[in-house]
Nanobody, 124 residues
Framework: QVQVVESGGGLVQAGGSLRLSCAAS????????MGWFRQAPGKEREFVAA????????DYADSVKGRFTISRDNAKNTVYLQMSSLKPEDTAVYYC?????????????????WGQGTQVTVSS
């Protein structure tokens, strides 16, 4: 069982940066691939980024490539999402998720544990 808690959201102007954190509990955190997703009002939850258990492999949605960076510190049981060059269309609730199986995937339905989300608002 893994519990995850997101933090770091807030209001930022377009072009600015934010770093989201996802703190996870559980002794086996370091074995889980982790993902970030987001959901804007009236839209489905969409994939943002994912990272393998070791941190060696990552994947990004096309819309955030080159602007967002996912990383993890297994010693701290924490995953990060560094967001730069933010745009108003990045406004959403951002969720962190853990997956029990070893491969990184982009579908939210294949993640097993979810946080409550943190709001990111980008003003124009």
């Amino acid at each position: 069982q893994v519990q995850v808690v997101e933090s770091g959201g807030g209001l930022v102007q377009a072009g600015g940066s934010l770093r989201l954190s996802c703190a996870a509990s559980g002794r086996t955190f370091s074995r889980y691939p982790m993902g970030w997703f987001r959901q804007a009002p009236g839209k489905e939850r969409e994939f943002v980024a994912a990272i393998s258990w070791s941190g060696r492999d990552t994947d990004y949605a096309d819309s955030v490539k080159g602007r967002f960076t996912i990383s993890r510190d297994n010693a701290k049981n924490t995953v990060y999402l560094q967001m730069s060059s933010l745009k108003p269309e990045d406004t959403a609730v951002y969720y962190c998720a853990a997956r029990e199986r070893s491969s990184i995937v982009t579908s939210p339905y294949q993640y097993d544990y979810w946080g409550q989300g943190t709001q990111v608002t980008v003003s124009s």
